[in-house]
């Protein structure tokens, strides 16, 4: 993926270039981890289908932080996590099928219900606790009680204005323009430590934790260091301003 990402047409210019005549599955991200970039998940189906190419969707941040019509996008199967912007749980998530797959699509631990359809597979592994599943409704009326549109607004707009102000105060860049962010944006680190290494970025992501109290997402792209920042309705500006006052001292 180019970075910064600003348009899509050099992905799926390169997407169709790899596809070849041994290609049998095609896996992506609707919303990157390291560059928190929404990706045209519609335009990228399509074209693997143009190709004879089924699709599957890791939609881990998306349910939550961005509306979803999923067999609207013409993919075959879409995978997504509630716990991460949905409120719910540690260990909730949803899979949803086309229709034409489920006959074939098992869940990797087998039960009682093997063979009596995709619902019922899926519904009954073994002796999982299934806790955390009931209380999904709760979570689900917690979101409509305030509004998902609304929610989705709020932290789109206040994780652009974090955006746009660590960069102005780090002389840095996005990793994806405006349009192509949600509630998450990522903004590259200056200074001498941007090595791209993934135990730096571990290393940093533990001195933020211990002597600032700061949870952040700390990525290695693109041969550097990236700081994600996420927007949730509890939060508000001066988070990030604080953030950014020390972003300088954490890239020397």
Same mark, same amino acid.
Request: aromatic share 8%.
């Given at each position: 993926?180019?970075?910064?990402?600003?348009?899509?047409?050099?992905?799926?210019?390169?997407?169709?270039?790899?596809?070849?005549?041994?290609?049998?599955?095609?896996v992506f991200d609707h919303i990157t981890?390291?560059?928190?970039?929404?990706?045209?998940?519609?335009?990228?189906?399509?074209?693997?289908?143009?190709?004879?190419?089924?699709?599957?969707?890791?939609?881990?941040?998306?349910?939550?932080?961005?509306?979803?019509?999923?067999?609207?996008?013409?993919?075959?199967?879409?995978?997504?996590?509630?716990?991460?912007?949905? =409120?719910?749980?540690? /260990? +909730?998530?949803?899979?949803?099928?086309?229709?034409?797959?489920? $006959? %074939?699509?098992?869940?990797? @631990?087998?039960?009682?219900?093997?063979?009596?359809?995709?619902?019922?597979? =899926?519904?009954?592994? /073994? +002796?999982?606790?299934?806790?955390?599943?009931?209380?999904?409704? $709760? %979570?689900?009326?917690?979101? @409509?009680?305030?509004?998902?549109?609304?929610?989705?607004?709020?932290?789109?707009?206040?994780?652009?204005?974090?955006?746009?102000?660590?960069?102005?105060?780090?002389?840095?860049? %996005?990793?994806?323009?405006?349009?192509?962010?949600?509630?998450?944006?990522?903004?590259?680190?200056?200074?001498?430590?941007?090595?791209?290494?993934?135990?730096?970025?571990?290393?940093?992501?533990?001195?933020?934790?211990?002597?600032?109290?700061?949870?952040?997402?700390v990525m290695a792209l693109d041969g550097g260091l990236?700081?994600?920042?996420?927007?949730?309705?509890?939060?508000?500006?001066?988070?990030?301003?604080?953030?950014?006052?020390?972003?300088?001292?954490?890239?020397?």
């Open positions: 993926m180019p970075v910064p990402f600003t348009d899509p047409k050099p992905l799926l210019k390169a997407i169709a270039a790899a596809i070849g005549p041994k290609t049998r599955l095609a981890s390291a560059g928190a970039t929404v990706l045209p998940v519609r335009e990228i189906a399509a074209l693997c289908r143009e190709h004879g190419v089924p699709v599957a969707i890791d939609g881990a941040h998306a349910p939550g932080q961005v509306s979803l019509d999923v067999p609207a996008l013409g993919v075959d199967w879409y995978v997504g996590n509630l716990h991460k912007w949905a =409120f719910a749980a540690k /260990g +909730t998530g949803v899979i949803w099928c086309a229709p034409e797959r489920q $006959a %074939a699509t098992h869940p990797v @631990a087998i039960s009682h219900n093997l063979g009596q359809g995709f619902t019922a597979e =899926f519904d009954y592994c /073994g +002796t999982r606790d299934n806790s955390h599943w009931l209380a999904v409704p $709760a %979570a689900l009326d917690y979101i @409509a009680g305030l509004g998902a549109e609304p929610i989705q607004e709020y932290n789109r707009a206040l994780a652009k204005d974090a955006c746009e102000l660590l960069t102005e105060a780090w002389g840095s860049e %996005a990793a994806a323009s405006a349009e192509y962010h949600a509630a998450m944006a990522s903004v590259r680190l200056p200074g001498a430590r941007n090595d791209g290494d993934r135990m730096a970025a571990h290393r940093l992501a533990l001195r933020l934790n211990e002597e600032y109290g700061l949870t952040l997402g990236w700081i994600r920042v996420s927007a949730q309705i509890y939060n508000e500006i001066g988070d990030y301003e604080r953030l950014a006052a020390i972003g300088k001292e954490l890239a020397g």
